[in-house]
């Protein structure tokens, strides 16, 4: 589930709500689960994965992870980046554009303060995509952290990110296939709102 507050009046964060009410209605799992597409200009490379979105709070959409990751990487060398949601119990793509940046660690601090300690062992014990000789290894150092570490204090590699996107492209399937592209452009701070051939 994405937790919405106090979401923003403006056209595209409506219609998305719209079609995540819709989705939900109709069972859509893991409806919180996003793309996120980076660029490393250190090592030109380009890369996804997907991230649980937590909040959408005015126009500020928030995920959490390590901050010393590959994507965190990535995040320091191009701060612009590409979001796909795509929620298959209404067939519905939407595509992102936005740049994105750190939460800060009053905030994060406060997250990770009321997460259960089980995920906070594993946030602190875990060098993300860094590689380990045995799986058995990762869960010792989880176990190890649970026994000794404060599962109170959020670390510093760790906490949210937070993009604001300026596109949005709505795409809905239909079984003529004359899907329906909508788009949603920030110009000079205004949508500029328009279809494309799909
Ligand atoms: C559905 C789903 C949700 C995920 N949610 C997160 C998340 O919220 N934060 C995170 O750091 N990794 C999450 N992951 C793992 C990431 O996809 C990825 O493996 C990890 O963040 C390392 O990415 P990186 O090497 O590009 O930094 C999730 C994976 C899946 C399949």
Redesign the pocket.
Known sequence: MIKFNNLNQEKPYQLLKEKYDEALDLGQE?IE?ISISSFNKEINEV?S????LKFITNDEFI????YD????SAFNSHNQIAALLYWSSINAQIRIKAQIKKTSKKFNQKYFFDRSEKKNALAISSN??KPIDFYSEVKENYNRSLESDDLKKCPEYWGGYSFTPYYFEFWEGHESRINKREVFDKIDGVWKQFFLQP
């Open positions: 893991n689960a890369d994965r997907y991230v649980n995920f959490f992870s390590n990751s590959p994507k965190a993300q995509s």
